[in-house]
C-alpha cells in the first residue's frame, strides 16, 4: 500500500523557472513532512520539512506548501538553477518517529 | 563534523550468500535507521536501532537483521540473498531517542546479486 503518492515522476524546466512537486498522503497519522534531494551515486540529502500546523515554510529558494484538509504537499523551487538538476522526495513520518515513508520520486532537469 | 559513512560502496554477491554492511553514524548520533532504495524508486524502511535494540521494523523478512554498537555504529546483515535484494542500501542516522525525526542518510551500498 502506497501511502505517499508523488507527481509528476518526471519535470524539465528552464534555468529561473519555478518547479513545483507534489505529494499527497492517505495516513492522517503523519505529522512530519520532509523533502530530500538525490543526485546519482548519493544518498538522499534532506532539504526541509514542515509540520501539519504550518501552511507554508520557505527556506532560501525551498519552499513547502501544505494543505492539511486536502492531505497534500506540494516543494517550490524559486529560481530553478541546471545545479538543482537531481532527484526530489517527498516523506512523512508518524509520531513514533520510527519511519519515513517516501513518495516514488520526481527527476527535475533544469535546462541552462 | 563528519557525516554519515558506509562501506563498502559497491558490492556483488551471489544468490543464497550472506552480506554484511556497515554504517557510521553522524558524531554524536545514536539513533540509526537502515533503508533500501530499488533502482528508480523511493526508499523502503527497513528498521531502527537505538541503545543497541531495534525500534520499529518495515515489511522485511526476518533474513534481514540488523545490529548497533556501543559507538553507535551499525550493521544491516541479509543471510540467503535473493535477486530482487539487488538494491542500493542506505544509512540514516539521527540525534536523540526516539521518536526521531530528522534523518541523515549516508552514500549507501550499491548491493548487486547475481
Not at chain 1, 5 to 12: D, F, Y
Not at chain 1, 34 to 52: E, H, S, T
Not at chain 1, 61 to 77: G, V
Not at chain 2, 43 to 70: V, W
Amino acid at each position: 500500500q502506497q501511502q505517499v503518492k508523488q507527481s509528476p515522476q518526471s519535470l524539465i524546466v528552464q534555468k529561473g523557472g519555478i518547479p513545483i512537486i507534489n505529494c499527497a498522503y492517505e495516513n492522517t497519522a503523519f505529522d512530519y513532512f520532509p523533502w530530500y534531494q538525490q543526485f546519482p551515486g548519493k544518498g538522499p540529502a534532506l532539504l526541509i520539512a514542515i509540520r501539519p500546523d504550518v501552511s507554508e515554510k520557505k527556506e532560501g529558494r525551498f519552499t513547502i506548501s501544505f494543505n492539511k484538509s486536502a492531505k497534500q504537499f506540494s516543494l517550490h523551487i524559486m529560481d530553478s538553477q541546471p545545479g538543482d538538476s537531481a532527484t526530489y522526495f517527498c516523506a512523512a513520518s508518524e509520531p513514533s518517529g520510527s519511519r519515513l515513508t517516501f513518495g516514488e520520486g520526481t527527476q527535475l532537469t533544469v535546462n541552462p | 563534523e563528519t557525516g554519515v559513512t558506509q562501506s563498502p560502496t559497491h558490492l556483488i554477491k551471489t544468490r543464497g550468500q550472506q552480506v554484511t554492511l556497515r554504517c557510521s553514524s553522524q558524531s554524536g548520533h545514536n539513533t540509526v535507521s537502515w533503508y533500501q532504495q530499488a533502482l528508480g524508486q523511493g526508499p523502503q524502511f527497513i528498521f531502527q536501532y537505538y541503545r543497541e535494540e531495534e525500534n520499529g521494523r518495515g515489511n522485511f523478512p526476518p533474513r534481514f537483521s540488523g545490529l548497533q554498537f556501543p559507538n553507535y555504529s551499525s550493521e544491516l546483515n541479509v543471510n540467503a540473498l535473493e535477486l530482487d535484494d539487488s538494491a542500493l542500501y542506505l544509512c540514516a542516522s539521527s540525534l536523540g531517542r526516539p521518536p526521531v525525526y530528522e534523518q541523515y542518510f549516508g552514500p549507501g551500498t550499491r548491493l548487486t546479486v547475481t
